[in-house]
């Protein structure tokens, strides 16, 4: 399946809290996954309370908690709404059924991914052929902050065959600084594009930050002018790479980067 690692834990936490807040005493909920419709179904069910039928229409919108609002429960009703933003940034979509008293089933489908024959020995090749960086013990940790999973899964496969470079990903600029902070690693690649903040703010922290102001950052985007590259060096970038990105461009920079200390 194509997923973000932090936006799905989130929405299986969110769909998990629910299901234990409005089940019953000495009650059940299940994980379990399938294949549906052509996309990989992960679905929370629980034997709880249910949801009344006419809350069902509005169960992902703000603050509606299903009838719950002035019940016992603890809750602020935005997880739903949450959850429907973060499938939606994936390309997912997620959906429930209820029945009142006998309780409720949150899933979400993601589409799943299919291997193009004529992609994977094209990037393979191109990084590991030749590479310094593809022998050698040492590990040089990578932070990557994209939130398009097709340009994670592309970077994964740049990288698979660089024993020495590990890499760590983030989905958001937001969640990419506090990676980097706490992992301090040798370089950091990030989207210009990203939901919130954008790549010039994160980078323009970072270098305001001593413990991270250090680390060069190489930017991507698909932005190509002269005027993109002359504002990307202006905000502290280490190099500018435009997508597509050129993987021989990529690693040589890596290699630059990574073997300098």
């Given at each position: 399946m194509?997923?973000?690692?932090?936006r799905?834990?989130q929405?299986?936490m969110?769909?998990?809290s629910?299901?234990?807040k409005?089940?019953?005493?000495?009650?059940?909920?299940?994980?379990?996954?399938?294949?549906?419709?052509g996309?990989f179904?992960?679905?929370?069910?629980d034997?709880?309370?249910?949801?009344?039928?006419?809350?069902?229409?509005?169960?992902?919108?703000?603050?509606?908690?299903?009838g719950?609002?002035a019940?016992?429960?603890?809750g602020?009703?935005i997880?739903?709404?949450?959850?429907?933003?973060?499938?939606?940034?994936?390309h997912?979509?997620?959906?429930?059924?209820s029945?009142?008293g006998?309780?409720?089933?949150?899933?979400?489908?993601l589409?799943?991914?299919?291997?193009e024959?004529t992609?994977?020995?094209?990037?393979?090749?191109?990084?590991g052929?030749?590479?310094?960086?593809?022998t050698?013990?040492r590990?040089?940790?990578?932070?990557?902050v994209?939130d398009?999973?097709?340009?994670?899964?592309?970077?994964?496969?740049?990288?698979e065959?660089?024993p020495?470079?590990?890499l760590?990903?983030?989905?958001?600029?937001?969640?990419?600084?506090?990676?980097?902070r706490?992992r301090?690693?040798?370089?950091?690649?990030?989207d210009i594009?990203l939901?919130g903040?954008?790549?010039?703010?994160?980078v323009?922290r970072?270098?305001?930050?001593?413990?991270?102001?250090?680390?060069?950052?190489?930017g991507?985007?698909a932005a190509?002018?002269a005027?993109?590259t002359?504002?990307?060096?202006?905000?502290?970038f280490y190099?500018?790479?435009?997508?597509?990105v050129?993987?021989?461009?990529?690693?040589?920079?890596l290699e630059?980067?990574?073997e300098s200390?």
């Amino acid at each position: 399946m194509i997923a973000d690692r932090t936006r799905l834990t989130q929405i299986l936490m969110n769909f998990g809290s629910n299901a234990i807040k409005y089940g019953r005493p000495d009650g059940h909920v299940a994980f379990r996954t399938e294949v549906v419709a052509g996309a990989f179904r992960v679905t929370v069910a629980d034997d709880g309370i249910g949801i009344p039928e006419d809350k069902r229409g509005k169960i992902f919108e703000p603050f509606q908690r299903a009838g719950q609002e002035a019940g016992p429960i603890e809750g602020t009703g935005i997880g739903l709404t949450i959850s429907k933003r973060l499938a939606e940034l994936m390309h997912a979509t997620i959906g429930f059924q209820s029945d009142t008293g006998r309780g409720s089933e949150f899933w979400i489908d993601l589409p799943i991914y299919r291997e193009e024959a004529t992609d994977r020995p094209v990037v393979r090749e191109a990084a590991g052929a030749g590479s310094r960086l593809a022998t050698g013990e040492r590990r040089h940790a990578i932070v990557y902050v994209e939130d398009n999973p097709s340009n994670i899964a592309f970077m994964r496969e740049v990288v698979e065959d660089l024993p020495s470079v590990e890499l760590l990903t983030a989905p958001t600029a937001e969640i990419g600084l506090e990676l980097i902070r706490g992992r301090r690693p040798k370089v950091v690649i990030m989207d210009i594009n990203l939901p919130g903040m954008s790549g010039f703010e994160a980078v323009k922290r970072l270098r305001d930050w001593p413990e991270t102001r250090e680390i060069p950052v190489i930017g991507l985007s698909a932005a190509a002018l002269a005027k993109d590259t002359t504002r990307a060096q202006e905000a502290g970038f280490y190099r500018y790479l435009t997508k597509p990105v050129k993987v021989d461009q990529l690693i040589q920079t890596l290699e630059q980067l990574l073997e300098s200390g």
